[in-house]
């Protein structure tokens, strides 16, 4: 059985779990999932846990196709104090810090935070990895080819799936060198992928079990969705939800997205059906 270790507390992954997405930015690529004031910041969050989000994913800033980065500093007073006041008012709640700085990362965890959620593998700030090793928490390994403002200026592969399961595969052994075991794995879908290949690697994910990691999948509202309908992401809930059952069906362990309570649903059926299986 599939587990992390959140300080201290054992997550299993027997029945896959949901990651609640809010987003401490001013420029993320879904409206709704920005939350910059402490009221709404609340609210938002104790929707989340209700509707039965097991994680918090929080970050400081858009890593949308395109974005440009911002300072350490900046990030650090966004994320920093919606941490403490989610903490404060739900202190059982497991926050992941989506975050490709060491000191950002650092803080986080020291203001509560569980998890290091990192888009770069730690390609962006060589003191990342160092830093989740010492503080013990699990981290979130995604792919990405590129960095995030070329990654969609025709990405290339050979075989899309192989390619990235290879790069995971060689990330992971690296990391269990430096003492980090408790590894989740991100294909990174949208991340230096076009729509076909996200889609090659939605139809192959049960290859990516092989590394015997959780496996968490975001494909909340992005653009392989809302493009292929002819849509908007506005307009993109009930694709996200056929393909998260999709993803359910081929072996996710984490559903990151931004409307938990429809996860959590799709969750609950897959699993009913699964126990007839």
């Known amino acids: 059985m599939l587990t992390i270790n959140c300080k201290g507390q054992l997550i299993s992954f027997e029945v896959p779990r949901v990651m609640g997405i809010i987003n401490a930015t001013p420029d993320s690529f879904y ?10 910041l609340l609210q938002t969050a104790e929707k989340m846990l209700k509707d039965g989000a097991s994680f918090i994913d929080i970050g400081g800033q858009s890593t949308r196709p395109g974005s440009e980065r911002i300072p350490v500093d900046v990030e650090l007073k966004r994320v920093i104090p919606a941490i403490e006041t989610i903490i404060k008012n739900f202190p059982q709640a497991i ?11 650092e803080y986080a965890v020291n203001a509560g ?17 160092s830093t989740v090793v010492k503080l013990k928490v699990p981290y979130i390994l995604m792919h990405m080819q ?10 290339s592969y050979k075989n899309v799936v192989l390619e990235v399961f290879d790069a995971l595969n060689f990330k992971l052994n690296a990391l269990h060198k430096q003492g980090i075991k408790d ?19 939605l139809a192959q994910l049960d290859f990516f079990q092989q590394l015997n990691k959780p496996l968490l999948i975001g494909l909340s509202r992005k653009g392989m969705i809302y493009k292929t309908l002819g849509t908007t992401a506005d307009e993109a809930l009930n ?14 362990n984490i559903l990151r997205v931004h409307d938990v309570k429809e996860a959590v649903e799709a969750v609950t059926l897959f699993t009913a059906v699964k126990k007839e299986m």
């Open 31 to 40: 409206s709704e999932s920005r939350h910059t004031i402490e009221k709404e």
């Open 95 to 105: 926050i992941s810090i989506d975050t490709y700085y060491a000191k950002v990362a």
């Open 113 to 129: 935070a569980a998890i290091v959620n990192d888009v770069s593998a730690g390609s962006i700030d060589e003191n990342l990895i």
């Open 146 to 155: 590129g960095d995030l403002q070329t990654m969609q200026k025709s990405p």
């Open 183 to 201: 590894v989740i794995i991100d294909p990174g879908f949208g991340f230096g992928k076009t729509t076909q290949h996200n889609f090659q690697l």
């Open 239 to 252: 694709g996200t939800t056929a393909l998260n059952t999709f993803a359910l069906m081929n072996g996710a």
